[in-house]
């Protein structure tokens, strides 16, 4: 089961740390996403109860790095190629604090072969690695911290756009959608988008 350290404050105001009591809270997942699915459902009910059960249950009871969830997820099958020809797989399993936004299959498709060819030769490692870089952001950021018009700085150094739809929530990171939010890993937050998002052209002075 998941498992959170907590006890009654005495306060009635909700709960604190407590390594002597073990709360369970509902059934434990082999497959990470569907772990930190359930964790979600659970952090929700609980998030005005408790804000350090919340944040436990995002942060302790999923299972696995930002690398072994896209090693895991057929979803994201066609993605892990070229993270592993951009040398970016190793980050992504150390312990930090990432946002990747990950292109579901459908988007790597829309890649002609010619130019999925082009990316994974190794003569082009830089142009990949610049590529990857463009998805990963320094520091994990949940879907609800997006406001429309947000400017999201990655690690290749130029910026994301965000537009957040006033009619009905959806995201948009420059012009792809985001399809999944929020799968939490040990050391991170993925989003899966739509689109293989494609960094501006560099400009020389």
């Known amino acids: 089961a998941c498992r959170i350290c907590a006890k009654n404050n005495g306060s009635g105001n909700g709960l604190l ?108 490692s830089y142009e990949l690695m610049d590529l990857m870089d463009y998805h990963v952001v320094n520091g994990a950021i949940n879907s609800s911290s997006f406001s429309n018009g947000d400017s999201i700085q990655t690690r290749q150094g130029a910026t994301i756009r965000v537009r957040v739809s006033k009619k009905n929530g959806r995201i948009l990171v420059n012009k792809g959608k985001i399809v999944g939010t929020d799968i939490v890993a040990s050391n991170g937050v993925i989003h899966m988008i739509d689109a293989v998002l494609k960094p501006p052209p560099i400009i020389f002075d």
Do not use: W
């Not at 942060?59 to 979803?75: H, K, P, V, W, Y």
């Open 17 to 124: 740390p407590d390594p002597t009591r073990m709360v369970s809270l509902g059934p434990q997942f082999d497959n990470g996403v569907a772990s930190c699915v359930e964790a979600e459902f659970y952090a929700n009910i609980m998030k005005d109860q408790c804000p350090f059960l919340q944040a436990e249950l995002f942060r302790g009871c999923c299972f696995g790095t930002i690398a072994q969830l896209l090693e895991d997820n057929s979803m994201l099958s066609k993605f892990l190629p070229f993270v592993k020809g951009a040398n970016l797989l190793d980050a992504l399993a150390m312990p930090g604090n990432y946002t990747v936004f990950v292109p579901i299959n459908r988007a790597i498709h829309k890649l002609s072969r010619k130019k999925r060819t082009h990316l994974l030769d190794p003569k082009n």
